[in-house]
């Protein structure tokens, strides 16, 4: 594994991934500011709890389970990098797995800004 991070970080991140993979909406919210933005690819930003709940609750709809593995991680000036491969069950059953990579800057133990780089067009083909 191609890493610069201390376990605790790791241990973190995969926390982190857990609740996002248990599509654990409060878990997700757990790590992030209240103010905090998250961001999936070229959309607009998502800023505070509010949006971020009502994003990720739909998404969460819209699929059967996900499981997320930590490829790499990077950090550095509280700006965490993870490269991760990305399973989507999707509502037919089937497992897709996809690239992806997210962008974390932190402020104060919290995530303020949450990036997810990711073609998630694999998982909603037909």
Known sequence: MNDNVTH???QSMQSLFAAVDAMNVDGLLSFLAPDGTQTFGNMEPLRGHEQIREANE???GTIDSMAHEIVSLWEWD???VAQLKATYVRKDGRAVTVP???ILKESDGKIVD?????D???VFAP
């Open 8 to 10: 605790e970080r790791r």
């Open 58 to 60: 739909a998404f969460f």
């Open 78 to 80: 509280g700006t965490i």
């Open 100 to 102: 992806a990579v997210t």
């Open 114 to 118: 949450y990036q997810v780089y990711v």
């Open 120 to 122: 998630q067009s694999p």
